[in-house]
């Protein structure tokens, strides 16, 4: 059995990464979703809650798995037994980061791949990071989320009032 390890924060899932994680289960016997707790940049929902988001998009998928962790990915992929670690990339500043990480990994755990999976075309533009901004300044999400993160985003800049910042990036 080969199992895959897909490693991110999912602040939120979106999908680029539901594409990313449905292509790799056709390739791996399982695929484990990690859910990064502690990144160094800041999130908009709680690790509980974007282990839920990311559970709530594969619950239909029984070769796929979602659990939270935390430490160096490669030492939780031993953990789990992983042989592989999936990557997604969107675009050409995505392979420099993923490479540079593949080669650490690489010389930290030598006997475990890396599988970088290029995203679908309708995908390209996505990042987290976009869906965060547009959320946040009530713009439409539709098109980039399920309905049910596009909910939480909603009840999360409710419950956050005023005391929320914009980046400046969409917004000006």
Same mark, same amino acid.
């Given at each position: *059995?080969?199992?895959?390890?897909?490693?991110?924060?999912?602040?939120?899932?979106?999908?680029?990464?539901?594409?990313? +994680?449905?292509? +790799? !289960?056709? $390739?791996?016997? &399982?695929?484990?979703?990690?859910?990064?707790?502690? #990144? $160094?940049?800041?999130? *908009?929902?709680? #690790? &509980?809650?974007?282990?839920?988001?990311?559970?709530? +998009?594969?619950?239909?998928?029984?070769?796929?798995?979602? @659990?939270?962790?935390?430490?160096?990915?490669?030492?939780?992929?031993?953990?789990?037994?992983? %042989? =592989?670690i999936v990557r997604g990339l969107r675009v050409f500043s995505d392979f420099e980061f993923e490479f540079r990480m593949a080669l650490a990994n690489h010389r930290l755990a030598p006997d475990i791949e890396v599988a970088a999976l290029i995203t679908a075309e309708?995908?390209?533009?996505? !990042?987290? @990071?976009?869906?965060?901004?547009?959320?946040?300044?009530?713009?439409?999400?539709?098109?980039?989320?399920? #309905?049910? =993160?596009?909910?939480?985003?909603?009840?999360?800049? +409710?419950? *956050?009032?005023? %005391?929320?910042?914009?980046?400046? !990036?969409?917004?000006?």
């Amino acid at each position: *059995m080969v199992r895959a390890l897909f490693p991110g924060t999912f602040d939120p899932i979106h999908f680029g990464h539901i594409d990313i +994680a449905e292509r +790799a !289960s056709r $390739l791996f016997d &399982e695929v484990v979703m990690a859910v990064y707790d502690k #990144p $160094l940049k800041s999130l *908009m929902f709680t #690790p &509980e809650e974007r282990i839920g988001l990311v559970k709530e +998009a594969f619950k239909d998928n029984p070769k796929i798995k979602v @659990t939270g962790y935390s430490g160096l990915t490669v030492e939780f992929a031993r953990k789990i037994e992983a %042989q =592989v670690i999936v990557r997604g990339l969107r675009v050409f500043s995505d392979f420099e980061f993923e490479f540079r990480m593949a080669l650490a990994n690489h010389r930290l755990a030598p006997d475990i791949e890396v599988a970088a999976l290029i995203t679908a075309e309708e995908h390209t533009f996505l !990042s987290s @990071t976009t869906v965060r901004e547009i959320a946040m300044l009530n713009g439409d999400i539709s098109s980039m989320v399920p #309905p049910y =993160v596009e909910q939480a985003f909603k009840k999360k800049v +409710a419950e *956050m009032g005023d %005391q929320h910042t914009v980046p400046n !990036s969409l917004r000006d």
